[in-house]
């Protein structure tokens, strides 16, 4: 049972400039998604950082807000909050699979995503992981963006190409400057 089970976190980024994040959430199930949010607030300002919050009709618009912000807003990071209880029809597996795989393909691009997407059997599951004296997914989430935010601050300007040389480093001896 994972609720035994002890956990390592890496401690939190310093940043020398704060970071500023959009906390996108789903609140179809509200109180759990006010537990993911209370989390998710208190990592980023313990880290200096500040945040806007906005809301989407479910986890499946997810990632398409989040796309939307990293096009035409200025943000660092993004933390996606949601909860997807398991019902009676394969609708649940279509919700998690691609609200993640929507998210995973915005991170593989370079945008820096906390998934707080919580996939549970049942409430009782989703209380006990969404409440910041629990659980704290919400936390762990924000805290997963920010970590992002520092590897993507520290990486930026050191682009190293894709293994291709411009054409100079080609040019043998004795050749002309054509």
Known sequence: MAGSESHFSLPLPAFERPAKLLIVVAPYYRDIADDLIAGAKAV???????????????????????AMAERQANFDGYVALGCVIRGETTHYDTVCND?????????????????????V??????VVRAAPSEQDKGGGAAAAALHLIALSRRWSGQRKGMGFKPVDEFRVAGTSEA
């Open 99 to 119: 609200s993640s795989r929507g998210l995973m393909l915005l991170g593989l691009q370079g945008a820096c995503i906390g998934n707080g997407i919580l996939t």
């Open 121 to 126: 059997e049942n409430r009782a599951q989703a």
């Open 44 to 66: 980023i300002e313990s880290c200096g950082a500040s945040w806007e919050l906005i809301e989407v009709p479910g986890a499946l618009e997810l990632p398409t807000a989040i």
